[in-house]
């Protein structure tokens, strides 16, 4: 009994191995690398949840999503208290279009990790893409009371809340955002065209410049900044047009 004991740890140290192994070739986008690992686990393990689960999503990324979802399911029916394996199945729904049946998935993840910040995340751009917009405000506000250096949660809250005419509120988040990243040059576009909507307009132009100063490509920066000129000598009488043609 001792040695077989022994025998089992050293196996599974191997195993334990060959799976971190596996999460960095899948971490670096090496699917195919990846997946040859796996597959030589499942003849170890054939029933081992990590690396079903692990393979699911290798076969996802290489759009095999069926084949994914049929492995994942297969690791939940295995281990039903993983919540990353709910998530998982959630993801590839949400691909699939099938977006009440991944909020069924982000929900049950949640129940058993109330705190799983990837969970409410892509359970309330879900919301958003159902136009569910309250729940999905709902679930990046509970995102950020659970992690207030979310600078993705406060962007996309910012979004939305943007796409419903509260640019007042939307500017904050996006304030959030640049706070926590200064070099988010979307979030000063965005933050930009807010500040241009609420006819703030030199704390547009000061954005806009910050976004040409880090991106001279974005020829969106230069059209809001133009846009904003126009507006500045229609509105308030000060004449911006060889400005607004510069742009």
Known sequence: YFWDMIFMNIESKKFNKLLNNARVYFSKSQFFEAKEICNSMIKIQPNNPDALHLLGLIEFKLENGNKGLELINKAININLENPIFFLSKGTILKSFGKYSEAINNYDL????????????????????????????????????????????????RGNLLSINNRDSDAILDYSNVISL???????????????????????????????????????????????????????????????????
């Open 109 to 156: 993840a949640i129940e058993i990790k109330p705190d799983f910040q990837e969970a409410y995340f892509n359970r309330a751009i879900t919301y958003y893409k159902m136009s569910e917009m309250n729940k999905s405000y709902n679930d990046f506000c509970t995102l950020i009371k659970i992690n207030p250096k979310s600078s993705e949660a406060y962007f996309e």
């Open 181 to 247: 990243n200064p070099k988010n040059t979307l979030a000063y576009y965005r933050r930009a065209n807010s500040f241009r909507r609420i006819k703030n307009f030199n704390e547009a132009i000061k954005d806009y410049d910050e976004v040409i100063s880090q991106n001279p490509k974005m020829s969106e920066a230069y059209c809001g900044r133009g846009l904003t000129n126009i507006a500045i000598t229609k509105l308030l009488k000060i004449n911006k047009y060889n400005e607004a043609l510069s742009d």
